[in-house]
Nanobody
Framework: QAQLVESGGGLIQAGGSLRLSCAAS??????MAWFRQAPGKEREFVAA?????????YYADSVKGRFTISRDNAKNTLDLQMENLKPEDTADYYC?????????????????????WGQGTQVTVSS
């Protein structure tokens, strides 16, 4: 049973930066991703990363160019560097891990693809 623990959330002013981290207890080559959920809204995809012979990443349009996802397979960690944060980025951010490697938008954006989830870390962006 994998355990994912997120950290790095907090309160930040609009335009600021935050770096979220996720530590996985289980080494896996499966696709990893960040999702977020704002109050009263459904969980939505943020970014995903798959590494096999090369690294493949995919971002939601709303964060493209501002967020960068990365992973360190040796350390079993996943990061999300968030720049130029906006109030609409306010949400609980969740780390997720799949059992397989996916490089398809339809799969990596679907919550059902991911078997393991963290408890979330809160990000609040003030205007």
């Amino acid at each position: 049973q994998a355990q994912l623990v997120e950290s790095g959330g907090g309160l930040i002013q609009a335009g600021g930066s935050l770096r979220l981290s996720c530590a996985a207890s289980r080494r896996s080559s499966g696709t990893m991703a960040w999702f977020r959920q704002a109050p009263g809204k459904e969980r939505e995809f943020v970014a995903a990363i798959s590494t096999w012979k090369e690294t493949w990443t995919y971002y939601a349009d709303s964060v493209k160019g501002r967020f960068t996802i990365s992973r360190d397979n040796a350390k079993n960690t996943l990061d999300l560097q968030m720049e130029n944060l906006k109030p609409e980025d306010t949400a609980d951010y969740y780390c997720a891990q799949a059992n397989s490697i996916y490089t398809s938008r339809d799969y990596v954006t679907d919550t059902n693809t991911y078997f393991y989830w963290g408890q979330g870390t809160q990000v609040t962006v003030s205007s």
